[in-house]
């Protein structure tokens, strides 16, 4: 009797194993294929359009000229334009109060005849107004969402939504003289118009070689940083990250890299592309190794491919890229190609 109990005993144990063993392969399997469903695409412009400009984040003091400029630009494509209410408005900081910033942004995301949102200026700001906004009608009438920097956490949103965007220049990018940024501009109305780019990256000897195929995410690593945690991050599990960034300590990267890691962010990373990192501030202890070398070491744990030289961000020279498309990312120490999917 005892013995038969006890057999008896290990095969019910042996039976919640596998039940729990292969319940948890399912859902992870579940999980993964969930995570890579193909996102919206929206439909990209034509002429007759009609673009918003609105101003979620920072106060747009004495940048009158660059939204003119701006609504020019796309009049000269044929496209129409409709600046949200509240763009000059002025509530310390920001280009007007939560209310009033997201009071624009909505508008444009349930007016059926808007085709894109461009955000006129980053800054910051665009957080406090991502929990008072409601997508019901913009998935009726998907529409792109363009801009950087602190934008990220809009296309974030975007994206956990199910919408692809588009990373890529603002308002306040343009210059008095547009051939200064003429590889910003024609890759920006590129793919607007349905054209997205694909780039051919110089080399670099901090690359990590390898080959990687996903959809690309990503922005500026502070905002993806401050998502962390929130219903807003992303899951980047099967899927290329792009980062970028501006105006920071080294040491104040590696720990925003080192708290991703720990979060478990890049477990399942299938590779990193790495824009432009600009106006680095030196501490009076030094970092001791390139923003390059950071980078490497903190994802050393990892095997994906990392590319370096991707020229977006907060440059003169800020490539369009689609945040949600499927890209082929081949990394070499001599270049990086990056090759859209249809």
């Known amino acids: ?48 359009d009609t673009i918003a400009i609105v101003a979620p984040s920072g106060i747009l003091k004495n940048r ?11 009049k ?13 408005s002025k509530d310390d900081h920001f ?37 008072k906004l409601d997508y019901t009608k913009f998935k009726e009438h998907p529409k792109w969402l363009i801009g950087y920097s602190d934008i990220t956490a809009l296309h974030n949103q975007f994206h956990n939504e199910g919408f692809q965007s588009i990373h890529a220049l603002m308002c306040v990018s343009l210059t008095k003289d547009l051939e200064e940024i003429k590889e910003t501009i024609d890759t920006f109305k590129a793919t607007i118009f349905g054209n997205p780019v694909n780039y051919t990256l110089e080399g670099s000897n901090y690359n990590k070689v390898g080959e990687a195929s996903g959809p690309l995410v990503g922005g500026n690593l502070t905002m993806l940083h401050t998502m962390l945690g929130s219903k ?11 980062i970028e960034e501006i ?7 590696d720990r925003m890299l080192q708290s991703l890691k720990r979060a478990g962010y890049f477990n ?27 980078v490497i070491d903190a994802l050393a744990d990892y095997d994906f491919p990392i590319a370096f030289n991707m020229p977006a961000g ?24 990056m090759t859209f999917k249809d």
């Open 95 to 131: 280009a007007g109060t939560d209310d009033e910033r997201c009071e624009d942004f909505q508008k444009a995301l349930d007016d059926p005849k808007i085709s894109a949102i461009w955000c006129a200026r980053g800054g910051y700001g665009t957080v406090r107004i991502l929990d």
């Open 268 to 294: 399942n990373c299938k590779g990193v592309i790495v824009g432009d990192m600009s106006k680095l501030r030196k501490n009076t202890t030094l970092w001791g190794t390139s923003v390059e070398q950071l």
């Open 64 to 74: 009158n000229n660059e939204v003119e400029q701006a609504i020019a630009l796309l």
């Open 1 to 48: 009797m005892y013995i038969y109990n006890m057999s008896k005993m290990c095969n019910v144990l042996l039976l919640i194993c596998l039940i729990f063993f292969f319940g948890n392969v399912t859902a992870q399997e579940q999980s993964e294929q969930q995570n890579l469903i193909t996102l919206i695409q929206p439909p990209y412009l034509k002429a007759g």
């Open 76 to 88: 000269s494509w044929g496209l129409h334009v409709v600046v949200g209410k509240h763009v000059f």
């Open 247 to 253: 105006g920071e300590y080294k040491y104040h990267i």
């Open 314 to 337: 907060h440059e003169k020279d800020n490539r369009a890229m689609v945040l949600g498309k499927v890209i082929e990312l081949k990394v070499e120490k001599g270049k990086t190609t």
């Open 232 to 242: 807003t991050s992303i899951d980047v599990s099967g899927k290329i990250l792009f």
